[in-house]
């Protein structure tokens, strides 16, 4: 018997912030295969307007479904924020899965009940973290910091400015003793040591990789390639065999291909080989 097509899931964000959230979807879909686009070279969204993000998002989306992507994670809260209710109703039948700040875990976490939240400013305006704010930040304190510079710091690599924006951006939460840090940006993880030093011992930090790879893997479940339900062809252990034998991963950016290689051999410790984005704006519409 042939063996199976692969799943395809498109993944995507603003630029290398997605990364953080490919080790936990490699490891709850083992053998899909990712197609990762890091729009580098529009970064960052979080400084960006809304109906600029809902546009860009939708010609991400389009070229994710010319690839083959039977479903789409927006590895970005800032996209997920401003696009994710434009693309599900222009998608009615394609799964799209989105990131959001940890609030829930966070407020669930802190024993003195402060919080802080770490995101861009295009997160923290948007109508979905008002609503998440309101569901589950009830009788918690919510200290919302906008940490502008912070995630091109981390595109760039820049260490020097990382240290200095995390100091800069964590003070108001040091000021109220959050003991629940939440990082609302996928590209904060990879400053976690920054953000761990600034904050100090004791202090929790939130990251919804996994919960997002949980709920990728649950949309996915029910799928085969032709959209039928699948025989359970899941392996004993999941992780094990994603290790034994990784699925492809493909890599497109529009940035600079050598850049994206280079930080994910520094941080995930892949080797991969990426791809430029062609201009999406110039791709006939089609899917
Ligand atoms: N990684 C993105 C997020 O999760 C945004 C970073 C940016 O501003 O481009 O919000």
Not at 137 to 154: D, E, F, H, R, S
Not at 255 to 270: M, Y
Request: charge should be negative; hydrophobic fraction near 45%; proline fraction near 8%.
């Amino acid at each position: 018997m042939d063996a199976p097509h692969p799943q395809i899931v498109g993944v995507f964000d603003s630029g290398v912030g997605g990364l953080s959230v490919l080790p936990a979807l490699r490891r709850s879909l083992p053998a899909a295969r990712l197609v990762y686009v890091a729009d580098s070279g529009h970064a960052p969204y979080g400084e960006r307007d809304d109906a600029w993000l809902v546009n860009r998002c939708h010609l991400i989306a389009r070229f994710l479904r010319a690839q083959g992507a039977h479903m789409m994670v927006m590895a970005c809260n800032t996209a997920t924020a401003a696009a994710a209710h434009s693309l599900r109703s222009h998608y009615p039948h394609w799964p799209i899965v989105g990131i959001e700040p940890g609030i829930k875990p966070a407020v669930q976490h802190s024993a003195l009940g402060r919080v802080g939240v770490m995101a861009t400013s295009a997160t923290l305006r948007s109508t979905r973290f008002e609503r998440l704010l309101a569901e589950h930040g009830q009788g918690a304190q919510v200290v919302a910091q906008a940490c502008t510079g912070l995630a091109m710091a981390i595109e760039q690599g820049d260490e020097p400015q990382i240290e200095r924006l995390v100091m800069q951006h964590t003070q108001a939460m040091r000021d109220a003793g959050v003991d629940s840090v939440v990082m609302g940006c996928t590209h904060y993880p990879f400053a976690r040591p920054w953000i761990e030093r600034a904050m100090g011992p004791g202090v929790n930090l939130v990251d919804t990789a996994d919960a997002v790879a949980r709920r990728a893997a649950q949309v996915a479940l029910p799928m085969s390639t032709d959209g039928h339900l699948a025989p359970d062809e899941s392996p004993d252990d999941p992780a094990d065999d994603a290790a034994r034998n990784p699925a492809p991963c493909e890599f497109w950016t529009s940035g600079d291909p050598a850049a994206l290689e280079a930080f994910a051999r520094r941080w995930l410790a892949w080797t991969v080989t990426a791809e430029p984005l062609p201009d999406l704006q110039a791709q006939q519409p089609g899917c």
